[in-house]
């Protein structure tokens, strides 16, 4: 059979493959960037899904508008303009099929074959799948613990004037779940706004914050409207109903329209409809919070679990939000084969050489810790120590 050439940039996600192995109950895993689906508001969802049935069941049930359940769209905007500061109304925002689709599109949008995208090293996995298959070339600009490294971002920017877009997590990234800084953010901006090029913000946990600070979105300094805001409910509500946004200006939004109408109409009608009845129904901050005090706790455990069990020089970052910790391992150590060793031993994680689009490096890895329970944790971690434990002995050996 012969396929078109975008399947040969195809491979499938690491994750996914992992994924399969760590459905054997036995294992531990780290890998997913599972929310905890005990802490899902199952008994809430079920009033606002029957009440949508009962009062609207058939126009529930009906094809509707690309753009999405007009309510919804004024519900987002809202939630939007009061969390990070930007001024939105419901004619911005365009309801997706999660986040992923929004990426997917956003390929769609500005890539062609060859073209150059900036994004950040490491940076999401899923993003990187999502964009090549529009066939194109990445630059990956370092990021430090306070964000982009804006001096690389203003050399490579200087040197390819042909970038076609920009794509950032500012917010608790996946993988290594820093924050960007108020003032990365704001000089970020000053520095991009000089260039005609698209920005892509991608926020799924900037909402999940443990020191009680939100940052503002890009948005609330973007003068020329280059930044393109995603968001979705898949991390503050839950990924199963696949119902994410884009947000975005007039020009740019209808163009995201166009493409969403003839690749599949709209998002689902009644998925959209039951989350704008939760939200009207339920305050969701008050589930946000719980979500935050587990993932918070979750979050201690685990660093304190790594601090007792992995070797002092183990470096690993200590997020303030989100769902993952990145763990840097020595220079010459790959934990690819560290993967091997601890899923032999029944425990997982996702190695990190897939979320550096041109395979930079391969001595991190990504631990998600709001997945497995608190006793899971500790065991899980405690097992990892001793593995890495062993690998370091070994290799301060080889160097003696
Ligand atoms: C940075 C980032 N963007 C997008 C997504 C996809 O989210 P959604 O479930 O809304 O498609 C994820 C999911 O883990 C993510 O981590």
Redesign the pocket.
Known sequence: MKYANRMNQMTASEIREILKVTEQKQVISFAG?LPDPELFPVNEFLTAANYVLKESGSQGLQYSTTEGFEPLRMQIANRMNSKFQSQITKDDVLIVN????A?DMSGKLFLDKGDLIVCESPT?L??INAFRTYECRFISVLTEDEGMSLSHLEETLKAHPDIRMIYV?PDFQ?PTGRRWSLERRKRFMDLISCYDIPVIE?N?YGEIVFDNQIFPSLKKWDKNNQVISLG?F?KIFC?GLRV?WISASQEILNRYILLKQSSDLHTSNLSQRQISKYLELFDIEVHIRKLILAYRNKRDIAVSAIKKCFPADIKYTMPEGGLFLWIELPESWSSRELLEVCIKENVAFVPGEPFYPNGEKKNAFRLNFSNADEEKLKEGISKMGGIIGRYHSASMSETI
């Open positions: 960037g999660g986040a992923q689709q990426l999401y899923g993003a997590i996946n991608d799924p979705t898949s990924p994410g």
